[in-house]
């Protein structure tokens, strides 16, 4: 039990995306794809990404979309602020079989970057985004 099974990781690979879309989530193109072993594991998720919002605040959320997106986990608050700042997110769901499972990244904001392109000169030379797809023994 708690043993990692297999570990995922899926770097954003794509130029830095902005969004304005207050009203609702939208996805980001950053996702993940694992295979689960076992139908009795833990699926866990972690997203490290670098934002900026512009003072406002932005709301990133896990959706697994698999088939139809739909929301799982909590969701995390980035704050009011203006420059970039680390955004971290983990949730954890059981894996339910042993068919592939997608997650993807959806924010909502009114003015926000997600990643950044490493090495501008509009952004660190350190910034991005990955997740962390985990299979744990349950």
Known sequence: TGEIIQSVY?????????FNNSGAYV??????????KY???MIELALNAVTNTGG???QIQFYET??????????SYTGDHSGWRTVSQMTQIASTGTSART???YVKSANAIYSIET??????????????AREIAG
Do not use: D, L, Q, Y
């Open 27 to 36: 996805a980001t193109g950053h996702s993940v794809t694992i295979t689960p």
């Open 39 to 41: 139908s009795n594991s």
């Open 119 to 132: 090495g501008t000169t509009t952004a660190p030379a350190n910034g991005g985004a990955a997740i962390v």
């Open 10 to 18: 899926s770097p954003f690979n794509a130029a830095r995306k902005s």
């Open 103 to 105: 997650f993807e990244v």
């Open 66 to 75: 698999t088939s139809s997106p739909t929301a799982i986990g909590s969701r």
């Open 56 to 58: 406002n605040n932005m």
